[in-house]
């Protein structure tokens, strides 16, 4: 079987890459949410080798994660671990969670998800934690780009429940769950990085 692809993940890999170096120079323990074929984080586990990188996905993305992962091994990345945002998350076999990322997750699933995806951070997070998140999102009701409006249609057409997000309502949800913005990341594509610390 061929390892998941994703031509995206090598585009932006280095420039995300140049963020988390910062974002995550106090951080140990970082869980990756919605890890998607693997790509990422093999390459973050290598060029952040002070970081335990735990990856985590529905189950049935684990073959292709795994696959990644024996391509290219290293003694800080783990194995990925069952996350489905419609239950509750379950225990992570790193002791203390003092890192979260996750790329181009929260526009794929429904807002409700995204509601309980900021739950589950508000669980998982050490106080004094960061999380990164990357991926496309609107500004004041409007979008960024033509191609993302388009990709934003694309996307509704698939699951009408799916969408990019509003950077104002992902803030505010972040605040219910005591999460400060510490950056907003201008990212090629019209992609943006949020960086947040846990009060």
């Known amino acids: ?4 692809f994703s031509q995206a993940c090598e585009n932006n890999k280095k420039s995300i890459l140049a963020k988390l170096i910062l974002a995550f120079a106090q951080s140990k323990h970082i869980l ?16 952040l080798p002070k970081l335990n990188w735990q990856t985590s996905d529905l189950l049935i993305n684990h073959q292709g994660i795994n696959q990644w992962i ?9 194995r990925p671990i069952p996350i489905d945002l419609n239950l509750p998350w379950p225990s992570c076999p790193l ?4 890192g979260i990322f996750t790329a181009n997750t929260l526009h794929i699933v429904s807002w409700s998800l995204v509601i309980q995806f900021f739950k ?23 979008f960024t780009s033509d191609s993302n409006a388009n990709f934003d249609l694309w996307l509704k ?3 009408v429940n799916s969408g990019i997000r ?8 972040a ?4 999460l400060q913005l510490l950056a907003d990341h201008e990212m090629p594509a019209n992609n943006r990085l949020l960086v947040f610390t846990k009060n």
């Open 175 to 178: 605040k219910t769950v005591k």
């Open 120 to 142: 589950g951070i508000a669980y998982q997070l050490s106080a004094g934690g960061t999380i990164c998140i990357y991926g496309p999102f609107n500004y004041k009701g409007q």
């Open 32 to 47: 990756e949410i919605g890890t998607g074929t693997g790509q990422h984080a093999v390459y973050f586990a290598r060029h």
């Open 157 to 159: 057409e698939i699951n």
């Open 70 to 78: 024996d391509e290219f091994p290293a003694n800080n990345i783990q």
């Open 166 to 173: 509003d950077f104002e309502a992902i803030v505010a949800l």
């Open 95 to 98: 002791k203390t969670i003092d």
């Open 1 to 4: 079987m061929n390892k998941p």
